[in-house]
């Protein structure tokens, strides 16, 4: 069974600096995805990034990138330069077989709070 | 590009009542999925379809919980009879096919008294 654990429940960041949200999962499987997810108060689940599990380069997306570390099962995402746009709940999420989307396993997210 | 489009936004039940929401996926999108978010937790799945087939129903609580999407567009979610245990988040996802990302609506938020 797979298992996404995100072990910070909030953080508090000064605006414009950069954060780093930690994610880990446990997976016996080889090939598999990892993605992150904003959800901000409206309730949607909005896609930031992903990660395959054969990718060699760390994905990124603008201000968004992905610190991925295979052999310590870590994906954690990184956040440059943050707005206070940014404050919002994060998910972090796993799809086994690589780009494979039948069903995402959550983590319980972190709650950013950006301050101004 | 019109998102994933859900009604209602919020619902408040007495207990043992029924309830239904509606999920229309992004256009094109053969993959839809239907998942309910406790408070405090992250999404759990509860059905999934290929087009008009739910080719993934293991997590839906078949007693009470239906769902279906005819046509292989529009989908709806059902509880009869609701329980307090299922006030949650239900949040609709359709992908271009089951290997694409997931592009998710802005849920129906269940209150059941």
């Known amino acids: 069974a797979q298992k996404i654990t995100q072990t910070q429940p909030g953080m508090f960041v000064q605006e414009k600096e950069a954060v780093t949200l930690d994610c880990t999962y446990d997976?016996?499987?080889?090939?598999?995805?990892l993605f992150w997810y904003k959800q901000p108060s409206s309730g949607e689940m909005i896609f930031l990034i992903y990660?395959?599990?054969?990718?060699?380069q760390n994905a990124t997306e603008g201000r968004y990138s992905l610190n991925f570390q295979k052999a310590r099962k870590s994906a954690n995402l990184v956040i440059s330069a943050s707005q206070l746009g940014d404050s919002a709940m994060y998910f972090c999420?796993?799809?086994?077989?690589?780009?494979?989307?039948?069903?995402?396993?959550f983590g319980t997210g972190t709650r950013l709070t950006i301050i101004p | 590009e019109a998102g994933v489009v859900q009604s209602p936004r919020y619902k408040i039940i007495e207990k043992k009542q029924p309830v239904a929401f509606w999920c229309n996926p992004i256009s094109g999108h053969n993959t839809l999925y239907w998942y309910r978010q406790n408070l405090g937790q992250g999404p759990e799945l509860l059905i999934r379809?290929?087009?008009?087939?739910?080719?993934?129903d293991s997590q839906l609580p078949k007693d009470r919980f239906s769902a279906e999407r005819l046509k292989g567009v529009d989908s709806t979610l059902k509880i009869q009879p609701a329980e307090l245990g299922d006030s949650a988040v239900y949040l609709c996802?359709?992908?271009?096919?089951?290997?694409?990302?997931?592009?998710f609506g802005p849920g129906t938020r269940l209150l059941v008294l």
């Open positions: 999420a796993m799809s086994i077989s690589n780009f494979g989307n039948e069903k995402l396993t």
């Open positions: 997976t016996s499987d080889q090939s598999y995805g």
């Open positions: 996802a359709s992908s271009l096919a089951r290997e694409e990302t997931q592009y």
């Open positions: 379809y290929e087009n008009e087939e739910a080719v993934d």
């Open positions: 990660q395959g599990s054969y990718d060699e």
